[in-house]
């Protein structure tokens, strides 16, 4: 059984530019969310899709925007990018909170 | 809200020492609870969960927890560290009362070193 896929592994952009990350969940699982990895602020929670609707969202600013389509696949979008959105951008999908979450290896993102 | 905290952000074992990992969390429902480990450059491995079953819960590579209401806490172990043990590890919490949460609190990660 596959895992979660995120594309691009590494991404180099410039401050200002905009951001497409790709996450793909393992077949079968309806919900995808996405975490933002830091040194400084750890892991913390961006958003949550489930059926193609955002269910939560994390106190992140609306430059970081998602969307899931109608086959589960995810994306997350930053635009106007800083310094500081440099971070390892994970997502999980699962198949209900009981059965846990399965992350992907991550997208490290650096803003130069 | 939810909270978790993990005592120790670097715990240092010898190889074939126990390995204890602290984590207590802050919960208004009934939680799920979760140990992930990260190696260097990868993602999040999910290394056991309590989904209000057994209160004993054993994982993936030797470890297991223990969760006690009474205590607030979900403390990892494992009998006898190995070298392939060194990573970081994660505890971390959600909702189980059907709410809407659908997600995960972490803990700020304990780093563990196993010597030789």
């Known amino acids: 059984k596959a895992g979660v896929t995120q594309t691009p592994r590494y991404l180099i952009k410039t401050r200002g530019q905009q951001v497409t990350l790709s996450c793909s969940p393992i077949s079968g699982h309806r919900s995808v969310s996405w975490y933002q990895q830091t040194p400084g602020q750890g892991l913390q929670f961006l958003f949550e899709?489930?059926?193609?609707?955002?269910?939560n969202k994390g106190n992140f600013p609306g430059r970081f925007s998602g969307r899931q389509f109608s086959n589960s696949r995810s994306e997350m979008n930053v635009s106007t990018l800083e310094l500081g959105d440099s971070a390892l951008y994970l997502c999980?999908?699962?198949?209900?909170?009981?059965?846990?979450?399965?992350f992907g290896s991550g997208t490290r993102l650096t803003v130069v | 809200a939810q909270s978790v905290t993990q005592l120790g952000s670097h715990v240092s074992v010898s190889e074939g020492a126990l390995v204890l990992l602290r984590c207590n969390y802050s919960s208004s429902v009934p939680p799920y609870l979760f140990w992930y480990v990260q190696y260097p450059n990868q993602g999040l491995q999910l290394l056991l969960k309590?989904?209000?079953?057994?209160?004993l819960v054993k994982g993936i590579n030797g470890f297991e927890a223990e969760f006690k209401k009474s205590e607030t806490s979900f403390h990892l172990t494992k009998p006898s560290a190995h070298m392939s043990d060194a990573a970081e590890y994660f505890c971390a919490v959600s909702d189980n009362s059907g709410g809407s949460n659908y997600k995960l609190t972490f803990g700020k990660g304990t780093l563990l070193t196993v010597n030789p």
């Open positions: 999980a999908s699962s198949g209900g909170t009981s059965y846990g979450y399965t």
């Open positions: 309590y989904t209000s079953a057994a209160t």
């Open positions: 899709y489930f059926s193609e609707t955002q269910r």
